[in-house]
C-alpha cells in the first residue's frame, strides 16, 4: 500500500519560512517523481515543483523565478523536501506532495497516482 505522509505545516507570518516534508512508503522512491502541489479555498489544486529523479527540476510558471519553493530530496530516507521563503498570505493553502512512475509531464495532476493527505500551511500576521 502507497502511503505519502506530509508535515512541517502551520501557521507563518509573511516573509517567513516553512519546510514541509514527505515521506513515501510502498513506492521504489529512488526510482519515482515527486512533485508538490497545493490547493487554495475555492480554488484549483495547481503545480508548484517536481523533481524527475534524475536531476531535473520542473518549476511552475506562476512560481519560477522567485525562488520561494524549493525541492530536494532524501532518497535514503524515502522523503522529498519543500523549502518554502519569504512566504505571502497568498500562499495559504493546503500542501499535497505525490509520487509518479514517470519522468516526465510532471507538472500535471495526471502524472501522479499517489497523493498524501495534504499540510494546511496558513500565512498571516
Known amino acids: 500500500q502507497v502511503q505519502l505522509i506530509e508535515s512541517g505545516g502551520g501557521l507563518v507570518q509573511p516573509g517567513g519560512s516553512l519546510r514541509l516534508s514527505c515521506v513515501a512508503s510502498?513506492?521504489?522512491?529512488?526510482?519515482?517523481?515527486m512533485g508538490w502541489f497545493r490547493q487554495a479555498p475555492g480554488k484549483e489544486r495547481e503545480f508548484l515543483v517536481a523533481?524527475?529523479?534524475?536531476?531535473?527540476?520542473?518549476?511552475s510558471d506562476s512560481v519560477k523565478g522567485q525562488g520561494r519553493f524549493t525541492i530536494s530530496r532524501d532518497n535514503a530516507q524515502s522523503t522529498t523536501f519543500l523549502q518554502m521563503n519569504s512566504l505571502k498570505p497568498e500562499d495559504t493553502a493546503v500542501y499535497y506532495c505525490a509520487a509518479s512512475p514517470l519522468a516526465g509531464g510532471l507538472k500535471v495532476r495526471g502524472a501522479y497516482p499517489h497523493w498524501g493527505q495534504g499540510t494546511q500551511v496558513t500565512v498571516s500576521s
Open positions: 510502498g513506492i521504489t522512491f529512488s526510482t519515482s517523481g
Open positions: 523533481d524527475d529523479r534524475y536531476g531535473t527540476i520542473y518549476t
